[in-house]
């Protein structure tokens, strides 16, 4: 079963503007991972944030996690075409790193 | 380093039929493991390992074979082919005290 929902399915904005996209899981957590994933190829590890965190940047990227609504948040700033992806979560529950479980994606667009 | 590479990238296969997916990693990572990605879902986990000579199962693992015989490989043996396992498969692997996981380039596998 999925663990993780994210909201949007889809998000089309211009350069230069912000992507917010969202994610939503059910059980409790060790830690949250972003990745990204490029049409036709891998996932890369964007960001961690572990559950005792409650906002980490890196570089353009913010990201949040609120365990009391189970729901993290992932910001990208400025955004640039190359920014074109779907964008994952993924949880750790289980503290061993062994397991995780990822979210459906949010598909973001970024035109010129 | 070449990170994660997978072979072959596409393959097509009649129902009944078996192969073997490959995965290999020059990074010494303790920790590998097989996702399968379906439309409109995340990753689903299917077999991992924590080093040669240990596997277990993910949340789908039935249809699928793993092992690990070296530190390097982690193959993914199909034994009799069904068009529910038509999906791309990604390999990954993880250095051991890090959370986060690195990706190969996947394996398109349509059954008919």
């Known amino acids: 079963s999925q663990q993780g929902e994210e909201d949007p399915q889809a998000l089309s904005i211009q350069e230069g503007e912000n992507a917010t996209m969202n994610c939503s899981y059910k059980t409790s957590i060790n830690n949250l991972q972003w990745y990204r994933q490029n049409s036709g190829r891998g996932l890369v590890h964007l960001i961690l944030?572990?559950?005792?965190?409650r906002e980490k940047h890196s570089g353009r990227l913010r990201v949040t996690l609120d365990t009391s609504k189970k729901s993290s948040s992932l910001l990208i700033t400025a955004s640039r075409a190359a920014d074109t992806a779907s964008y994952f979560c993924?949880?750790?529950?289980?503290?061993?790193?062994?397991?995780?479980?990822f979210g459906t994606g949010t598909r973001l667009q970024v035109t010129l | 380093n070449a990170g994660v590479t997978q072979t072959p990238k596409f393959q097509v296969l009649k129902t009944g039929q078996s192969m073997t997916l490959q995965c290999a990693q020059d990074m010494n990572h303790e920790y590998m493991s097989w996702y399968r990605q379906d439309p409109g879902m995340g990753l689903r986990l299917i077999h991992y390992?924590?080093?040669?000579?240990?596997?277990d199962q993910g949340e789908v693992p039935n249809g699928y074979n793993v092992s690990r015989s070296t530190t390097e490989d982690f193959p993914l043996r199909l034994l009799s082919a069904a068009p529910s396992q038509t999906s791309v498969y990604f390999c990954?692997?993880?250095?051991?005290?890090?959370?986060?996981?690195?990706f190969g380039p996947g394996t398109r596998l349509t059954v008919t």
């Open positions: 993924a949880t750790d529950g289980t503290g061993t790193a062994s397991k995780l479980t």
């Open positions: 390992s924590v080093g040669a000579g240990i596997t």
């Open positions: 990954a692997s993880r250095e051991t005290g890090f959370e986060w996981q690195y």
């Open positions: 944030i572990r559950s005792n965190e």
